[in-house]
Nanobody, 117 residues
Framework: QVQLVESGGGLVQAGASLRLSCAASGRTMSNYFMGWFRQAPGKEREFVAQTWSAGSSNYADSVKGRFTIARDNAKNTLYLQMNSLKPEDTAVYYC???????????WGQGTQVTVST
């Protein structure tokens, strides 16, 4: 069983940066694809970024050029570097992982990011 624990959220002003971390346990994650999702109040959960086991990654258009996803397989940890934050980035951010063709099977509990004007 995979456990995912996010950290690094907080309250920042617009234009600031934050780095989210997702510590995985229970499995070695090097063969898993991993991603970040977010859910703002009153909205559905949306895709932010993902990285494949081979190292490639892709991003939602709304964060492209501002956010960077990275993984450290030695530490079994996923990161999301968020720069030039905007108020519309305010949401609960979730880490997720999956393997094979089954989609994202494992989810963290989320970490709150709030960006003020």
């Amino acid at each position: 069983q995979v456990q995912l624990v996010e950290s690094g959220g907080g309250l920042v002003q617009a234009g600031a940066s934050l780095r989210l971390s997702c510590a995985a346990s229970g499995r070695t994650m090097s063969n898993y694809f991993m991603g970040w999702f977010r859910q703002a109040p009153g909205k559905e959960r949306e895709f932010v970024a993902q990285t494949w086991s081979a190292g490639s990654s892709n991003y939602a258009d709304s964060v492209k050029g501002r956010f960077t996803i990275a993984r450290d397989n030695a530490k079994n940890t996923l990161y999301l570097q968020m720069n030039s934050l905007k108020p519309e980035d305010t949401a609960v951010y979730y880490c997720a992982a999956g393997i094979g063709v089954g989609g994202y099977a494992y989810w963290g509990q989320g970490t709150q990011v709030t960006v003020s004007t």
